[in-house]
């Protein structure tokens, strides 16, 4: 079934430094992906999707993310972070038309 | 894209209560969901609210923990029945909405339980 694997419980970061977040993925074809954002006290927003194409795909707030499917990965990168981009970040790929499968997130603590 | 409310956004229940989660999203959808998020934990879904027709429930879900409303296109309600303190969560509503060659899950707030 697919699935994504987030390998990374905790990151803690510089505020100014980059990010990356890492996000691999088991699936028969061409996956779609996504990335989720979850601020505390919120509920989830869309940073970014991969469908098809261009396999850099650029997001809001600064993200981007990659897709390498050699690596079966799609990592998520900021190259400058940002106090308020402290947050829960949530990989998900479909398992149907409608339904998500979820990896079990990475924490985000940005220092000063 | 489309906005979804949920109402309450958090809430401190007694032990053996129920309490019912409101959905209102401001555009005709087909289908609404509900997620679950344990603390500590990611998504799991918990059923698809089809108007008109029964919901659909994911495996260890089930009706009488969980029964689902959906009376129209824009609304669903989702109860907790019977609470306990394993039942503190934040429960999602989300919808999809198709864009660039596949569905794409928007999310609600949350409704953030505590059982007591």
């Known amino acids: 079934a697919q699935s994504v694997t987030q390998p990374d419980i905790h990151i803690t970061v510089s505020e100014g430094a980059s990010l990356e977040l890492r996000c691999n993925y088991s699936y028969g074809a061409t996956p779609y992906l996504f990335w989720y954002v979850q601020s505390p006290g919120q509920g989830l927003q869309l940073l970014l999707k991969?469908?098809?194409?261009?396999?850099l795909v650029q997001g809001i707030k600064g993200f981007e993310a990659e897709f390498k499917r050699s690596q079966s990965s799609f990592n998520l990168r900021k190259p400058s972070v940002h106090w308020s981009d402290a947050a829960e970040y949530f990989c998900?790929?479909?398992?149907?038309?409608?339904?998500?499968?979820f990896g079990a997130g990475t924490t985000v603590t940005v220092r000063a | 894209s489309a906005v979804i409310s949920q109402k309450p956004s958090r809430d401190i229940c007694q032990r053996g209560t129920s309490l019912t989660i409101q959905c209102q999203v401001d555009?005709?959808?087909?289908?609404m969901f509900w997620y679950r998020q344990q603390p500590g934990q990611s998504l799991t879904l918990i059923a698809t609210?089809?108007?008109?027709?029964?919901?659909t429930y994911e495996s260890g879900f089930v009706i009488d923990k969980f029964p689902i409303s959906r009376p129209n296109l824009t609304f669903s309600t989702l109860t907790v029945s019977n609470m306990s303190p394993e039942d503190s969560s934040i429960y999602l509503c989300s919808i999809t909405k198709w864009g660039a060659g596949a569905n794409v899950l928007t999310f609600g707030a949350g409704s953030r339980l505590t059982v007591l």
């Open positions: 609210a089809n108007q008109g027709s029964e919901a």
């Open positions: 998900a790929v479909p398992i149907n038309d409608y339904k998500l499968s």
């Open positions: 991969y469908f098809s194409g261009d396999t």
């Open positions: 555009s005709q959808v087909t289908m």
